[in-house]
């Protein structure tokens, strides 16, 4: 026995040891995760030529609708130098999957649109089609609106009706007159020439069956709205999609119904996903590595760490020598330091705008300075706002109930300081709720800019009744003015805003106390313990995300949060005005640009008189890339970095 | 040994269960959930409305009541239909006692965590088990060293090199190694890559031509600066650990007539006094094997090697809690393995322990 015990340590002791080295050794082997590779389904490669010689009309008409895009880059004529030309991107962020009706990452889009790329670009706050030859309008005749007459007893679950903005599925209290209401049908007939990877041409039949997965209960898509608003989305023919609305839905942005719900704007196939049950569909391989019908197509996905696409041989426009390069790596990095090291040192030749951030505004700079990078700083879509309680929902007092309070403090911040000491003066001040390049703005000063103006604040403070007490904060009836300040914690640059806001009150009498909190678990909290959605806030700073479509809705009396809703709605501000619910209500009501615009531009200027909530600035998004890459233009209004990555290029020294 | 090894294994039990509890109830009492992002949008169009949420959670499996979340999640719901006043809750989850660990709500969603898992293992394995073995080749040695030639030039020096890894933050270190590697490329020296687990493209480095990506060659000159920041800080604590238990040793009144009786000095420090000194050492290599799974979240995350401690961290972060609770159920399960180890090993190593 006493020589048993010392083999049996030694053997433990050895295994204790041998164990994890042998394991590792093994995960050398094989590199990095056994994430399969595709297998590019029988890609027909001789198909290519016969595809060829019909593609000649759609592509002209593509070109001429994809300027702003094609500008960066030369026309794409020659075919591409041989050899193997490979981009790579880095991001610090990564897809969550990449079966899009599933995905809650905005990381998905991003990677998506390189083989399934949206069937509309958003470029300049407009759409612009992709997969169409042109999109439906009523002058075009592809957008048709009817009057429907509906008895109020056949609405049903299954005929559902939209009246002031509510999905309606019963009669019941409609009372028994007809309704007459406006049923919009739009259509799209898709380019020819568009093939998956494996050759099989997109019909019609993939985006009815995208939307047939779209409304499946068992597919987890983020929000069922324009579902619920839908009839239906069919393909009439081969090449011709149809949606329609239910009664009652005038959607202006009708354009992007031919797939619904969906912020990727791409379509599925069918062939490929018809035999699959979809609940099984989110994890499947090939909702991991999904079939392409874009410029690339995936060689390897390696989840958390890397994509790589090579060139999709079927795609429409390959005849004209695109995509411009022969593979594009995008690289998932953790965080924005790795970015900027990779940057650097070349492992990485484009830092996209999920990555940068202006607290790498100085080396950037220092590199566009030195010849080795481009940078591009774009204002774009979201816009940091302080939100005033104008009635709180706690039963507190409000400091903001009087317009010219709130008007003062517009003129009592210098939001210019703020762009400029903070944001490095790259971005723009706002003063309404769309940014000055958007398809509906007032024309110049017809909006006033609240230049920084104390003694008018201040004024405009004692016509209030707020007046200086002894320790020189105002004071009325008694009352201190002594606000509470929310905004997100962790938040550098929101941080040092908050802080110059501080001083700048101050200036002015007023006190302000800073309270950096949890975003989900605090400020944006849902129900009525939330600090924005129950209204238990003076001031609060955050952001909202525009987009082609107005924010105007935000400030109607009917999204005001309430314990009636629910504390949902999105007007923490409490802001309700009939004559801007008057106007604005008419413009989502309207289907055309030119109708809207007026009537827009209207309720920005009742915006921007009564200052419901403080506009701040547009955020900047980054983008950095290494010198001889072109193609890379970013875009405030889009989703994705690249509408065209086709157009994408690089030349090496 | 036996009725030990039974009593142990049963004790193993209990702890993994009240700690799957534990773990369970800690992830409950987190406040917010996996549907908060979706609620931050302004766009009416795209923000989830009640059904929506409703619609969510039933998908998750969120509607359960609380003890049947639990109950599901370690014994699944396919056998609900059986159970009055559960049958509307069946479903197909099998529970992880049958191996159905659960899906990923966000990190990959949809997949399944043991596969989320699996696919970073080989990964953290590599990384972890190359910095232990060399931590521990080199800090056994260092420590026995410096203990036996106490207030030597070179033990001064271990002691100040302890005190310097021991002090360092990780991602400090690490952040300091790339930049100075990439101050080195920018005078065309030989530099190391600053990130990832291997290069997608072939790149070129002064002094060795081009590297192909993803050879061996290339996932080694990955592999040095986070080996080098794991090794120093590991290489710091143990070194200290091995010098102190064998100093203490060495007092010893054995050694002294070991000593006495003229036995060769360097077999009084090798077979006399290191085995009874390997105690501690046996607590420090037990306890590597959790962490050998656990992977090292900051040095993961400053060279971007997306390993086991970076994939939990963002499980974390975005509240994938399938993933995380994965996660430290399998941690629990090696400490709990690790223990046991532990203690068979003292046993062997000193005869005066019995297990009993």
Known sequence: ?653 | MTTFLIRRLGQMFTVLFVSSIVIYGILLAVPGGPLDQLLQVSDPRQRPSQADIERHKRLLGLDKPVYLQYVTWVAGDDWMGAVPFWAQYEGDRKGLIRGDWGESWKVQRGKDVLAVIGQNLPDTLLLMGISTVLSLAIAVPLGIYSAVRQYSVLDYAVTAFSFFGISMPVFWLGLMMISVSLAFREQGWFYLPPGDITAPRDYKLPGLGTVDAKSTFDRILHLIMPVTVLTLLNLAQWSRFMRASMLEVLRQDFIRTARAKGVRERVVVLKHALRNALIPLITIISLTLPGLFAGAILTETVFNYKALGFTYITALGQKDWPLVMAFLVIQAMLIVIANLLADLLYATVDPRIRLV
């Open chain 1, 1 to 653: 026995m006493s020589n048993h015990p010392r083999r049996f340590f030694a053997w433990l002791l050895a295994l204790t040891l041998l164990v994890p080295l042998l394991a590792a050794c093994g995960g050398a082997g094989e590199p990095a995760a056994p994430a399969a590779t595709t297998e590019a389904p029988a890609a027909a490669a001789t198909e290519a030529p016969a595809a060829e010689a019909t593609e000649e009309p759609a592509a002209e008409a593509t070109e001429a609708t994809e300027e702003p895009a094609a500008e960066a880059t030369e026309p794409a004529a020659e075919e591409p130098a041989a050899g193997d030309k490979t981009i790579i991107l880095g991001y610090n962020q990564f897809p969550d999957t990449l079966f899009t009706l599933a995905s809650q990452s905005s990381m998905t889009s991003q990677v998506v649109q390189f083989f399934q790329p949206g069937c509309v670009t958003l470029l300049d706050y407009e759409f612009q089609p992709v997969c169409f030859d042109e999109l439906p309008s009523l002058d075009n005749g592809g957008l048709v609106s009817e009057t429907v007459t509906i008895n109020p007893a056949d609405i049903s679950d299954e005929n559902p009706v939209l009246i002031n903005g509510e999905v309606i599925t019963s009669g019941a209290e409609l009372g028994t007159e007809p309704l007459e209401l406006p049923q919009l049908t739009a259509r799209w007939t898709l380019k020819d020439g568009i093939a998956w990877q494996d050759g099989t041409p997109m019909t019609a039949e993939d985006f009815a069956f995208t939307y047939q997965l779209q409304t499946s209960p068992d597919v987890p898509v983020a929000t069922t709205f324009t579902a619920d608003r839908t009839v239906a989305i069919e393909a009439v023919d081969e090449k011709t999609i149809q949606w329609q609305g239910i009664p009652g839905f005038v959607d202006p942005t009708y354009v992007t119904n031919f797939v619904i719900d969906n912020s990727s704007y791409n379509v599925l196939p069918k062939h490929v996903f018809e035999s699959v049950a979809p609940g099984d569909m989110v994890n499947q391989d090939f909702a991991t590595l999904p079939v392409a019908y874009g410029p690339f197509q995936i060689a390897e996905y390696l989840p958390q760490e890397s994509i790589t696409f090579e060139r999709n041989p079927e795609y429409w426009r390959a005849s004209e020598g695109l995509p411009k390069v022969d593979s594009v790596i995008i690289k998932f990095l953790s965080d924005e330091d790795q970015v900027l090291a990779q940057l650097e040192s070349g492992d990485i030749d484009i830092g996209g705008t999920i990555g940068l951030t202006l607290n790498s505004a100085d080396t950037l700079d220092e590199w566009q300075e030195a010849g080795t990078h481009d940078v591009q700083y774009v204002p774009a879509t979201v816009w940091e706002h302080i939100d005033m309680a104008i009635e709180r929902g706690d039963g507190q007092p409000s400091f903001f109930d009087d317009v010219r309070v709130r008007q003062a403090m517009a003129y009592g911040i210098n939001r210019q300081q703020i762009v400029d000491e903070v944001l490095g003066g790259r971005t723009v001040v706002m003063n309404a709720f769309q940014p000055e390049d958007y398809w509906a703005f007032p024309a110049d000063g017809e909006l006033n800019e609240y230049a920084y103006d104390p003694e008018q604040a201040t004024a405009l403070l004692a016509e209030a009744g707020w007046t200086p007490g002894a320790d020189g904060i105002l004071e009325k009836e008694g009352r201190r003015f002594s606000i509470q300040f929310f905004t997100t914690e962790g938040n550098r640059t929101r941080e040092q805003v908050a802080q110059i806001i501080q001083a700048q009150l101050q200036e002015i009498g007023i006190e302000m106390e800073l309270n950096f909190v949890p975003a989900t678990e605090v400020l944006f909290k849902n129900g009525e313990d939330g600090i924005l959605q129950g209204r238990r806030y003076d001031m609060a700073m955050y952001a909202w995300i525009a987009g082609v479509e107005p924010s105007a809705n935000l400030y109607l009396c009917s999204q005001v949060p309430t314990a009636e809703n629910n504390w949902a709605g999105q007007n923490p501000p409490a802001y309700c005005n009939e004559e801007y619910d008057a106007v604005t209500n008419q413009v989502y009501n309207l289907l055309e640009r030119e109708d809207r615009t007026p009537l827009l531009i209207e309720s920005m200027k009742i915006f921007n008189r009564d200052i419901p909530t403080l506009p701040l600035y547009q955020r900047v998004q980054i983008a950095a890339f290494r010198t001889g890459v072109t193609g890379v233009e970013i875009n405030p209004s889009t989703y994705v970095d690249f509408s065209f990555p086709e157009e994408l290029d690089i030349t090496l020294e």
